[in-house]
């Protein structure tokens, strides 16, 4: 039976990090990656992005290397399909045991799909270097695509769809686009952007089903109309992959929950990325599905399963960039919360603090900062920090624009 110092399930972007966490503690302890897709990890932000809209981003920069030395093993193509707590073995999908010495449950999530249309060649849910590949194919004609879905992956594909020749018809549940998430201004700008950009909207609709046929898909919209294409893609969210750790019997709530050091109640057993629940220095209990996140988290929890004392304190960003529109934010984006705006010459920070009515009324607990360069994510940090309500007059000017 094959065994590794350090076991890591997933080869995505977590893995590829902290197989340099590990080691930066250990030069030569074994590391063995046990990954589903037919090949390593991805940078995936660029499948939805730079792929798209930089002719000088090619495809050979999205390979993360992660097998750095001759301890370093990376196997495609393996999906483990349980986890056995007491041999620390894992079993992978042709039956194999594999042992582990400490394992990494780096698994991400999966993308929310309709039971009522499933994937094939003319319908992605989007998530991987294949949908890339496939939605590529589909684009290099130009062909009417449905994006479904107004958050970051919709937007994105829409955008980059658009700048690709397609005719492209954009369908999500907001009345306004990002209606959801974005201050009501910037919304309006967006949604504005995207008419400009001549995306076809389709606001304040969900798609319930639909079917394929002669090359076409046909959707069936939950008012009740029907919208035929030639392609769909998805873009509804993601669940957390986290079954491995439930059937081991770890704790999971919507994602694994795992402590300051990223370790499970199991110490030979760690989560980290999309899949983990842990708790956050400034935020409290969170889960972040953000590539800052995979690789602070990714880093820190190779160091930590390798020796290392420290524990998680890294509060993670995200950001959005679609045609020229450029954000980063931390914490809790939701547009019924109470936003203080500071805006000025198109560049500006929004505080979303606690409704009033809410016990938290007048904390700040999120904090999107638009056009501005990534060096107000620290002072962003410090001003969600503070416990206290924060009148709106003091927040004018806290984070500079200039
Ligand atoms: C198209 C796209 C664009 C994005 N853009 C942005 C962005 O602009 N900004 C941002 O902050 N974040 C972005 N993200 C999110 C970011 O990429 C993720 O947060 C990050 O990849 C998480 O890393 P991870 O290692 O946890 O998961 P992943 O990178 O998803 O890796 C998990 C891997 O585990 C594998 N796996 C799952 N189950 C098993 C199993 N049982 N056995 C073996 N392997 C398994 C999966 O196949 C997958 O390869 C984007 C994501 C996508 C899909």
Known sequence: MQRYDYL?????????????????????????????????????????????????????????????DAHTTLHTNTRVTAIDRNARTVTVESGEAIGYGKLLLATGGAPVR??????????????????????????????????????????????????????????YPEAVLGGGMLPPSLADRLHQTYLDRGVELLGGRKVEGGEEADGKVTLALDDGSRLEVDAVVFGLGVTACSELAEQAGLEVDGGIVVDDRLATADDAIFAAGDVAIYPDRILGRWQAEHVDNANFMGATVGRIMAGSDERYTHTPYFYSNVFDIA????????????????????????????????????????????????????????????????????????????
């Open 114 to 171: 309709l039971d009522a249309l499933p994937e094939s060649e003319q319908v992605r849910y989007f998530r991987d270097y294949a949908d890339y590949r496939r939605l590529r194919e589909l684009a290099s004609e130009p062909r009417h695509v449905a994006v479904i879905g107004g958050s970051y992956i919709g937007t994105e594909l829409a955008a980059a769809l658009i700048q690709n020749g397609c005719r492209v018809t954009l369908v």
């Open 8 to 68: 890591i399930v997933g080869a995505g972007m977590v893995a590829a990090n902290a197989i340099d966490g590990i080691r930066e503690q250990d030069t030569d302890g074994s590391i063995g990656i046990l990954g589903a897709e037919p090949h390593g990890p991805v940078t995936r932000p660029a499948l939805s992005k730079k792929l798209w809209t930089d002719p000088d981003f090619t495809e050979d920069k999205i390979w993360m290397q992660p097998e750095h």
């Open 327 to 402: 954000w980063k934010a931390i914490g809790t984006l939701d547009s019924s919360l109470d936003i203080v705006e500071d805006v000025r010459d198109g560049k500006g920070v929004y505080y979303y603090r606690g409704r009033e009515s809410d016990e938290t009324g007048g904390r700040v607990k999120g904090i999107l900062l638009l056009g501005l360069d990534a060096d107000r994510l620290d002072l962003a940090r410090d001003v969600l920090a503070v416990p206290e309500p924060l009148p709106a007059e003091s927040l004018i000017g806290r984070i500079p624009l200039d």
